[in-house]
C-alpha cells in the first residue's frame, strides 16, 4: 500500500493561465500537506517540465490561449511510453470532461472549485498513480531477474540466446565472422575456499571478463563457474587469437582475496560463425566441444573449434 507521506511527497505541477488560480491551487496543496509543488501559467512548457521533472501529477487547466488543454495530452503522450497521463484537468464546462478523459486525462475537477472535492480527487489520483509505478518497478524489477544471473549480474542463458541470434544476423548481414567463447574450470574456487567466498570471486572474475571485452561483446555466466562470451565481430583471425589471451590472461591474474593472493586458471573453447555453426545452437555446441578439448591439455589452455590440436596460451599472444 501507498502511506500517506509517500502521496504528499509525490511531486505535482499545476498549469492554469490564469495567476489566481495557480495561487489558489497552490495554497490548498501546500495546507493540505503537500511539499512539492510546482507551477507554470505557460502552456507550451509543461512538455519539457515534466521530460525533466517527471511529475506524479498534472492538475491541467482545459481552457488556455494559444495552446489548450487538449493539445498539451497530446503533447504529453510523446513523453509516456506507456501511454500513462498522470492528468487531472480543470474545466468549467460540462461537455469537456468526458472528451478529457477520452483524450487521456485520468479525473476532472469543475470550475468554481470545490476544495473538498478537489482534495479528494487529488489524493485518490495520487494513490493510484503511486500504486502503478510500483507495479511498473517490480515489473521491471522482475524482468531483469528473468534475463540476468543473481550473482553476477550478468546476462544469463535466455538473454545469451537473444544476443547471439542478433550476434549471428548482423555477422550474416555484414559478411564477417563472429564467435563464441566458452569459459570454465574455476571449481577449485569453491572447493578450496567455500562457496561464500567462491561466490564472491566468481563475481570479480565476472567483472575481469567484461574489463576484458569489447563493449558490443555480451559477456554471460550460464551455471556455476562456467561463463559465455559473444562476440559481435572481428575482422582477422589475430584479433580472435589477441583477444582470447586476453581474456585467459585477465582471468589468471592474482586476486588479492581475505587477506591473500588467489591465483586461478581457465579453459577456453571457442566456436566460431559460419566455420562452426550457423546458427546458436550448433556454435555453443562447437565452442563446448572446443572446451573440453582445452580441459584436457591442463591449465590456462585455449582450442578452436575443428582444429586438430588445442592451443596454449602463450602461444595465442
Known sequence: MVNLSDILNASILIVDDQEANVQLLGEMLREGGYVCISATTDPSAVCELHRKNRYDLILLDLKMPGMD??????????TEADGYLPVLVITSLHDHKLHALAAGAKDFVAKPFDLVEVKTRIHNMLEVRLLYKRLEQHSREQETLALHDALTGLPNRRLLMDRLSLSIAHAHRNGLPMAVMDLDDFKLI??????????????????????????EDTVARLSGDEYVIALWEYSHDD??????????????????FQGRSVGITASVGVGIYPMHGEDVETLMKSADMALYEAKRTGKNACCIAARAHPVAVGALT
Open 190 to 215: 569453491n572447493d578450496t575456499l567455500g562457496h561464500d567466498a567462491g561466490d564472491t570471486l566468481l563475481s570479480m572474475v565476472a567483472a575481469r571478463l567484461v574489463a576484458a571485452v569489447r563493449q
Open 69 to 78: 488543454g487538449f493539445q498539451v495530452m497530446e503533447a504529453l503522450k510523446e
Open 239 to 256: 584479433d580472435l587469437a589477441k583477444l582470447a589471451a586476453k581474456v585467459l590472461q585477465a582471468v589468471s591474474q592474482p586476486y588479492d
